[in-house]
């Protein structure tokens, strides 16, 4: 489940409501194997409430393992694997093409897994959740718990919630679907001690009937068995709520460091971002070791690595502890939109890291003015007076 505070607005995909009978269940849902030992994925809304769960075939499960409040679980199903699914190194990006699986309606449609393709609408939830990506694959309730994957076949997010149709405010919102990030699933696994693959960075892009002959072996359906629930209570367990904010704590332990800022490194880019979301997308993503917060342009910069820290006024950084005494502090000073006009002997096009590194290992440069946009990198011998200018990033020394 996602929280409190809009509970008529999403609708938990899970826990497909069947009626009451003998050994019958009383909802289904999907999950995904994790690895070759039958570990599988699903959605702690799909079967915390279950008195037993079996699988696929009639398979058995044992060892359920829940994080109610990110709402992730994982369970051993006694079936040998006929696949795994394997997570993507990096987060998902805006607007890439992916496909969910899953078995929708399992009382009404077929038995067969289904899968819809789509795209990442939003790489943020409802309140801007930055553990939640935007998705529009067609979803209906069973589809809870299964996998979301890109082109490759590699794991980007669980499919979790849909959009009511009476939150569009008139409108009849289309396809306005959600999924936990995978890198959140990374953190539950590992702090488990539960071994997942990642997925190889090289593999070629599938057409979508190739890509369901690679996932679809991994995908299982769940059946949950079970006290069936009176009408009211089935309505609270059909509803998807979402959180109420609560104060930043780190998953992981880190150091704090205002006004300065993180050389190179990104990964990806949270733009409209507060610096307390900022602080928690960093801390669940398990691929991020550092972030740089833009205050001025609200700008996050999520970093797989810290090598270097240097002063900034506008910035605010944020290193995990095991690479934190690692970090050398450069004496550079950096100033974000602005710009040093003048001095310039050399022009070279770079990335921000090159720019800086440039300019520190050469004696003659003073300075330096750094042009997103163009990746352009204008190296000084004198430093100049500071205009402001949207864009650029200068350094002194």
Known sequence: MIGRRTS???????????????????????AFLINSEGWAVTNAHVVKDCTRVTATGGSTTSDVKMDVRNDLAVLRISAVPAGVVRLRHAGARLGEDIAA?????????????KVTTGNVNSLMGLGDDTRYLQISTPIQPGNSGGPVV?????LVGITTATLKPEAGGGALPQNVNFALRATLLQ?????????????????????TADLADKVQPAVVQLFCY?????????????????????????MRPFS???NHDVVGFDYATLRNVSQQQCQRACSEDGQCNAVTYNKRERFCFLKDDAKILVKNSDAFAMVVDPLSSQVKFSSFIIGSGKDMPGGDYRRLKTNFLGCYLECEVNNICRAFSYVRKKRECWLKHSIGPVSVKPGVDSGMK
């Open 226 to 250: 079970g006290t069936n629930p009176e009408p009211a209570q089935t309505e609270v367990a059909a509803v998807t709520r979402v959180p109420a904010p609560e104060p930043y704590r780190p």
């Open 101 to 113: 699986f899953g078995y929708p309606l399992g009382s009404v449609l077929s038995s067969s897994v």
């Open 150 to 154: 890109d082109r490759r076949g590699a």
């Open 187 to 207: 953190t539950f696994l590992e702090s488990r001690g539960i071994k997942f693959e990642y997925a190889p960075e090289d593999a070629a892009e599938l057409h």
């Open 8 to 30: 008529t607005l999403l609708i938990a995909l899970g826990m497909l409501i069947a009626p009451a009978a003998a050994e019958e269940p009383i909802g289904t849902g999907t």
């Open 256 to 258: 704090i460091l205002d």
